[in-house]
Protein backbone atom coordinates (compact mmCIF):
# COMPACT_ATOMS: atom_id res chain seq x y z
CA UNK A 1 0.00 0.00 0.00
CA UNK A 2 1.41 3.54 -0.86
CA UNK A 3 1.35 5.91 1.44
CA UNK A 4 -0.20 9.66 1.10
CA UNK A 5 3.29 11.15 0.36
CA UNK A 6 3.76 8.79 -2.58
CA UNK A 7 0.68 9.04 -3.94
CA UNK A 8 0.86 12.96 -3.85
CA UNK A 9 3.82 12.30 -5.71
CA UNK A 10 2.37 9.82 -7.95
CA UNK A 11 -0.40 12.63 -8.66
CA UNK A 12 2.12 15.62 -8.91
CA UNK A 13 4.33 13.77 -11.70
CA UNK A 14 1.23 12.70 -13.87
CA UNK A 15 0.60 14.92 -17.22
CA UNK A 16 -2.91 16.59 -17.30
CA UNK A 17 -3.39 13.97 -20.57
CA UNK A 18 -2.81 11.31 -18.06
CA UNK A 19 -5.15 12.50 -15.01
CA UNK A 20 -7.84 12.92 -17.79
CA UNK A 21 -7.49 9.58 -19.20
CA UNK A 22 -7.92 8.32 -15.25
CA UNK A 23 -10.50 10.33 -14.62
CA UNK A 24 -12.43 9.51 -17.50
CA UNK A 25 -11.92 5.91 -17.69
CA UNK A 26 -11.16 4.48 -14.05
CA UNK A 27 -14.04 2.18 -12.88
CA UNK A 28 -16.25 3.56 -10.22
CA UNK A 29 -15.32 3.73 -6.82
CA UNK A 30 -11.29 3.80 -7.76
CA UNK A 31 -8.92 4.91 -4.66
CA UNK A 32 -7.21 7.58 -6.69
CA UNK A 33 -10.60 9.51 -6.36
CA UNK A 34 -11.84 8.78 -3.06
CA UNK A 35 -10.93 11.15 0.28
CA UNK A 36 -8.37 13.21 0.77
CA UNK A 37 -6.58 11.16 -2.44
CA UNK A 38 -9.74 12.19 -4.52
CA UNK A 39 -9.39 15.98 -2.97
CA UNK A 40 -5.89 16.06 -3.92
CA UNK A 41 -6.32 14.86 -7.72
CA UNK A 42 -9.28 16.91 -8.43
CA UNK A 43 -7.41 19.85 -7.49
CA UNK A 44 -3.77 19.22 -9.11
CA UNK A 45 -6.37 18.07 -12.20
CA UNK A 46 -7.61 21.96 -12.09
CA UNK A 47 -4.15 23.40 -11.37
CA UNK A 48 -2.43 21.71 -14.13
CA UNK A 49 -5.87 22.24 -16.51
CA UNK A 50 -5.47 26.12 -15.96
CA UNK A 51 -2.14 26.04 -17.01
CA UNK A 52 -2.09 24.91 -20.32
CA UNK A 53 -4.83 26.94 -23.39
CA UNK A 54 -8.52 25.85 -24.16
CA UNK A 55 -7.11 24.24 -27.63
CA UNK A 56 -4.17 22.18 -25.53
CA UNK A 57 -6.97 20.90 -23.03
CA UNK A 58 -9.47 19.74 -26.38
CA UNK A 59 -6.54 18.50 -27.98
CA UNK A 60 -6.05 16.34 -24.44
CA UNK A 61 -9.68 14.89 -24.41
CA UNK A 62 -9.39 14.08 -28.08
CA UNK A 63 -6.24 12.07 -27.71
CA UNK A 64 -7.69 10.19 -24.71
CA UNK A 65 -10.63 9.91 -26.23
CA UNK A 66 -14.10 7.96 -24.91
CA UNK A 67 -15.20 4.43 -25.19
Given at each position: ??????????IDEMTY???????????????????????????????KAAKIT??????????????
Amino acid sequence: MKTKKEIKKQIDEMTYESMLSLWRFAPVGHPMFQGETGDYYAKVMREKAAKITDSERVAASKLVGWD
